[in-house]
């Protein structure tokens, strides 16, 4: 069995950069609060309760982006030291998870002292974010952990194929995804299924939403882990 230490130390070679890993998102997050903050203050209140705002998803960006360079530019130098595939995917894998349940526990702090200020003197919601991240603490930061968990992972399974195909590779990955997304839309088209899309997607709760998010994380990592197997650098 493969020692613990060993995906310690890989996540600490990866933490080496803490400006992709830690810094950026949350120099993104902040600038995209700065940006809400005066779009809120240039417009309007109006009559609703709460002024909802997406500046929170510069952070899920720049989180799948840091998963992408895990491997684009981190990988080969960690195979230089002799670090094998196999424990340089799973140690990533291991950050990909403590970062996202701290990144998590940030946005439900967040969320606690948005509430505690009526949204910043704006009645702005920007660590809320309407039917997903807006019930329970323990909830929102258990669908956070997961959200920031599954692009991490999709980021790196694309890093992996942009190391293993090139551009060439890469571009037909993402038009295979696109592919299959077109043709669920036909096959839901012929079977006149979109009703019963729509019912499902409006009537799934919060925890069922962040159970599919679950499945989606254990897709991805077993899709990158048969990929980096196979990949010479």
């Not at 310690?8 to 950069?17: E, G, N």
């Not at 096959?187 to 679950?214: C, D, E, K, N, Y």
């Amino acid at each position: 069995m493969m020692r613990t230490t060993a995906l310690v130390t890989v996540a600490r070679y990866l933490l080496l950069d803490r400006v992709t890993y830690v810094v950026l998102p949350w120099a993104w997050g902040a600038f995209g609060f700065a940006i809400d903050v005066v779009i809120l203050r240039l417009t309007p209140a109006g009559d609703t309760g709460q002024r909802w705002v997406g500046g929170l998803a510069a952070v899920f960006i720049v989180v799948f982006s840091a998963g992408v360079q895990t491997v684009a530019r981190a990988l080969p130098f960690a195979l230089t030291l002799g670090v094998s595939r196999r424990t340089y995917y799973l140690g990533a894998c291991a950050l990909a998870l403590a970062m996202a349940a701290c990144f998590g526990l940030v946005v439900t702090l967040g969320q606690a002292v948005e509430r505690a200020t009526g949204g910043w003197g704006l009645h702005m919601a920007f660590f809320r974010v309407p039917y997903v991240l807006a019930g329970p603490w323990y909830m929102s930061w258990l669908t956070a952990t997961t959200a920031f968990a599954l692009l991490f992972v999709y980021g790196m399974w694309h890093g992996l194929v942009y190391r293993r195909a090139g551009m060439t590779g890469t571009t037909i990955f993402g038009g295979a995804q696109l592919t299959a997304l077109a043709l669920a839309a036909v096959i839901a088209t012929w079977a006149h299924g979109w009703t019963s899309i729509g019912h499902f997607f409006t009537t799934i709760t919060v925890a069922g939403a962040t159970g599919v998010l679950a499945i989606l994380v254990a897709v991805m990592f077993a899709g990158g882990f048969a990929t980096i197997r196979r990949l010479t650098v």
